[in-house]
């Protein structure tokens, strides 16, 4: 088993519309869970941090994480064009290990006007 | 500017010549670490560094060296490239925080090619 699962893609959405990602993970010892964005070519970029159970809000993205089912989602608002890119959740262990990233290899969203 | 700047942006080079990879963040960050990324693998940590003078190996170390003289320099080394190093580079630094794990910020990348 992978440590990071991510669904590839790509997923379609209609500008407007909610897209919804979902990521799960293997190390039950994760304790912080980042959301990155990356455009073709570009380097990742934090969109999301989220350190507890629960929903997290911010803008149009919502990160939604279940640690008792090791599993992180991420719902993008009012999907717009600029929002069509490649998305990486990244688990990260406890601090003793260090701040090491592990990163699923992304799904990839496409909003279509 | 807040940033880490990775140089250069792009290298075309031959087998066995040796190259080194500069990288440098202003943030003071103490956590410093090199991923490759290549279609369908995803990101993979190489190397990473928790401060001066103290690096680790990362997922897939084989072929790279590196050194952290200084806080706010990682350099990525590759003493005899070779084509299946030919990749998308990324060097990322973060603070280390007692209490949670700080996301890390990215350079804006190498794009090496190993003929």
């Known amino acids: 088993q992978k440590e990071v699962e991510q669904n590839s893609g790509p997923l379609s959405v209609p500008e407007g519309a909610i897209a919804s990602l979902n990521c799960t993970y293997s190390?039950?010892?994760?304790?912080?869970f980042f959301w990155y964005r990356q455009y073709s070519g570009k380097s990742p970029e934090l969109i999301m941090s989220?350190?507890?159970?629960g929903d997290k809000e911010d803008g149009r993205f919502t990160a939604q994480l279940n640690q008792a089912s090791q599993y992180v989602s991420l719902l993008i608002r009012d999907s717009q064009p600029s929002d069509s890119a490649t998305y990486l959740c990244?688990?990260?262990?406890?601090?003793?290990?260090?701040?090491?990233?592990?990163f699923g290899g992304g799904t990839r969203v496409l909003v279509k006007p | 500017e807040a940033q880490v700047t990775q140089n250069p942006r792009y290298l075309i080079t031959v087998t066995g010549k040796k190259l080194t990879v500069t990288c440098s963040q202003n943030m003071n960050h103490e956590y410093m670490s090199w991923y490759r990324q290549d279609p369908g693998l995803g990101l993979r940590q190489i190397y990473y560094s928790m401060n001066v003078e103290v690096t680790d190996k990362g997922d897939v170390p084989e072929g790279y060296k590196v050194s952290r003289k200084e806080k706010r320099n990682f350099p990525l080394i590759l003493e005899s490239p070779s084509p299946n190093q030919t990749s998308l580079y990324f060097c990322?630094?973060?603070?280390?925080?007692?209490?949670?794990?700080?996301?890390?910020?990215f350079g804006n990348g190498t794009r090496l090619t190993v003929t």
């Open positions: 990322a630094s973060s603070p280390l925080n007692d209490r949670v794990n700080s996301p890390l910020h």
């Open positions: 990244a688990p990260c262990p406890p601090r003793a290990a260090g701040n090491k990233l592990t």
């Open positions: 190390d039950r010892g994760s304790q912080s």
């Open positions: 989220i350190y507890s159970n």
